[in-house]
């Protein structure tokens, strides 16, 4: 997958560096959330909250894309104490579709295994669902960046896919725009 290098250097975060500059200290893991009020979003942000520390002491650094003011937003990454990450808001969706990240079909969206998953998340889990803030059609997806390079990425291909996030940033081993495949059969079980 190939983004223009100009799209990281517009991207910039709350803390005032660039994808462009974090990129070149250490990979980053970018992730494109969900609108809040999504289950899976919620999801996301409690599984990242779990491996922060983590991610720390391998010097990693999350950048999260989200749709809603930073005002709005602010509150939800309280919660999963991750104040103090890089976040980017994209409320026109610019970053989205430059990274590929389309809008979801129904069944991407309302299918069978989404719902399956909705009740394990939402209701098992305890992930809930509250109002929408941002477009409730976008899809979401995950990129691991090294020096303005998407070196590998995840597509979800339904919003309730479960990227494994600390194999992602960790595995030396992708090169330019590696697909993720494998960690979505693992997170299928």
């Not at 999963?80 to 129904?106: E, P, R, S, V, W």
Request: aromatic residues 12%; glycine residues 6%.
């Amino acid at each position: 997958m190939k983004v223009p290098p100009i799209i990281f250097r517009q991207m910039k975060t709350d803390t005032g560096f660039t994808v462009s500059e974090l990129s070149k200290s250490n990979r980053i893991l970018l992730v494109f959330l969900r609108h809040f009020g999504c289950i899976f979003c919620r999801e996301a942000l409690d599984d990242l909250s779990k491996i922060k520390t983590q991610l720390e002491h391998q010097n990693q650094n999350v950048v999260f894309v989200h749709m809603a003011s930073p005002e709005k937003a602010s509150p939800y990454f309280s919660k999963y104490n991750l104040d103090t990450a890089h976040k980017i808001a994209d409320q026109d969706c610019t970053f989205y579709h430059a990274f590929g990240l389309m809008k979801g079909t129904f069944n991407q969206l309302f299918g069978f295994h989404s719902w399956l998953r909705g009740i394990e998340a939402g209701i098992i889990r305890g992930h809930g669902m509250s109002a929408q803030l941002g477009d409730g059609f976008q899809m979401p997806g995950v990129f691991v960046i090294e020096n303005d390079e998407v070196v590998s990425h995840f597509i979800h291909t339904k919003v309730s896919d479960k990227p494994d996030y600390l194999s992602m940033v960790l595995d030396r081993t992708t090169g330019p725009s590696t697909p993720m495949v494998k960690w979505r059969r693992m997170s299928a079980k």
